[in-house]
């Protein structure tokens, strides 16, 4: 679900006039987010990306523009905002905060290769180093506590054995502490769709309006069960230690976070079956919609259930 409102070229240009950026070639919706609405806005002096917010308010925005500043100036792979002739990063079109972005090199990888998962698992380690200077605090929106709440919300449309499944695993990380981990700024959403691959280097990561604090294994588990898993629900056991293999190059996990790092696994893809079983049976209206499958986190976290290899050795 990308589109929730909807922009004309009439809207967008005297909007674009508080910009240095040029006039309107073309206007793009993008169809590949779940959250906001996102357009491709060409000009005559380049291309860039558009996000209006549908949830957050302009109040909110600060940790994640801020954010977003931060890491384009340490070096990171990621979208700079642009600032209008106000030096403002958040601005309004047609009532929602918007933000504009430079547009990154590259394409969504569909089917990565170990060398693409080891760039990823690199770059996604030289951020959370990167991050630790950034002064700006996010608690995690969608914590334990919003799986449990969306878990509940949720069972009464489900088969029985299949809820029953998703409580035990809710039961399971309510009564997991993981607060002595690492932790600092998450992208929190790194799939493969949120990242820009140029060849087999990473042109950027996008989309950072899911991130906040919590433990950096946290992130480390959302990545990898989908940039490593198959259309099963299993993990591809080569592009899983590439990927590790290139994070922890950069940032070795320490002795809590390998005895964390099976249930993280779970926890991780419980977060996003909850939210996709919740996209699923209550979905927002929109003017381009899917609902993305809630079953493939299901078998995620039924294979993490039986696994016995991590890929840590």
Same mark, same amino acid.
């Given at each position: 679900?990308?589109?929730?409102?909807?922009?004309?070229?009439?809207?967008?240009?005297?909007?674009?006039?508080?910009?240095?950026?040029?006039?309107?070639?073309? $206007?793009?919706?993008?169809?590949?987010?779940?959250?906001?609405?996102?357009?491709?806005?060409?000009?005559?002096?380049?291309?860039?990306?558009?996000?209006?917010?549908?949830? $957050?308010?302009?109040?909110?925005?600060?940790?994640?523009?801020?954010?977003?500043?931060? $890491?384009?100036?340490?070096?990171?792979?990621?979208?700079?905002?642009?600032?209008?002739?106000?030096?403002?990063?958040?601005?309004?079109?047609?009532?929602?905060?918007?933000?504009?972005?430079?547009?990154?090199?590259?394409?969504?990888?569909?089917?990565?290769?170990?060398?693409?998962?080891?760039?990823?698992?690199?770059?996604?380690?030289?951020?959370?180093?990167?991050?630790?200077?950034?002064?700006?605090?996010?608690?995690?929106?969608?914590?334990?506590?919003?799986?449990?709440?969306?878990?509940?919300?949720?069972?009464?449309?489900?088969?029985?054995?299949?809820?029953? $499944?998703?409580?035990?695993?809710?039961?399971?990380?309510?009564?997991?502490?993981?607060?002595?981990?690492?932790?600092?700024?998450?992208?929190?959403?790194?799939?493969?769709?949120?990242?820009?691959?140029?060849?087999?280097?990473?042109?950027?990561?996008?989309?950072?309006?899911?991130?906040?604090?919590?433990?950096?294994?946290?992130?480390?588990?959302?990545?990898?069960?989908?940039?490593?898993?198959?259309?099963?629900?299993?993990?591809?056991?080569?592009?899983?230690?590439?990927?590790?293999?290139?994070?922890?190059?950069?940032?070795?996990?320490?002795?809590?976070?390998?005895?964390?790092?099976?249930?993280?696994?779970?926890?991780?893809?419980?977060?996003?079956?909850?939210?996709?079983?919740?996209?699923?049976?209550?979905?927002?209206?929109?003017?381009?919609?899917?609902?993305?499958?809630?079953?493939?986190?299901?078998?995620?976290?039924?294979?993490?259930?039986?696994?016995?290899?991590?890929?840590?050795?």
């Amino acid at each position: 679900m990308s589109v929730f409102t909807t922009v004309t070229p009439d809207d967008l240009a005297p909007f674009l006039k508080r910009y240095c950026i040029g006039q309107l070639v073309e $206007l793009k919706g993008i169809a590949a987010g779940v959250t906001n609405t996102n357009f491709f806005v060409t000009t005559t002096h380049g291309r860039y990306v558009l996000t209006l917010f549908e949830t $957050l308010q302009a109040e909110e925005l600060p940790y994640y523009v801020n954010l977003l500043a931060h $890491l384009a100036h340490h070096g990171i792979a990621s979208a700079a905002p642009i600032a209008n002739l106000d030096d403002q990063y958040v601005d309004t079109l047609n009532g929602k905060p918007t933000l504009l972005v430079t547009c990154l090199p590259g394409k969504v990888a569909e089917h990565p290769n170990t060398t693409q998962c080891a760039e990823v698992g690199e770059m996604l380690a030289q951020m959370h180093l990167a991050s630790r200077s950034y002064g700006g605090y996010m608690k995690n929106p969608r914590g334990v506590q919003w799986w449990a709440d969306t878990a509940a919300t949720v069972a009464p449309f489900m088969a029985p054995a299949d809820a029953q $499944l998703l409580q035990a695993e809710v039961t399971l990380q309510q009564s997991t502490d993981y607060r002595a981990l690492p932790s600092g700024m998450v992208h929190a959403d790194l799939f493969r769709d949120n990242v820009l691959m140029d060849g087999d280097r990473v042109g950027g990561f996008i989309d950072f309006y899911y991130a906040c604090n919590d433990a950096w294994l946290y992130d480390v588990a959302i990545a990898l069960n989908d940039w490593c898993s198959t259309a099963d629900g299993n993990i591809d056991d080569a592009r899983a230690r590439a990927f590790l293999k290139g994070y922890t190059d950069v940032r070795p996990l320490d002795a809590a976070e390998k005895a964390a790092w099976p249930t993280m696994l779970r926890g991780a893809a419980l977060r996003f079956w909850t939210s996709r079983l919740l996209d699923f049976h209550k979905p927002a209206s929109g003017e381009m919609t899917f609902a993305k499958d809630p079953t493939h986190f299901q078998r995620v976290i039924e294979h993490h259930t039986r696994r016995q290899d991590f890929w840590l050795d």
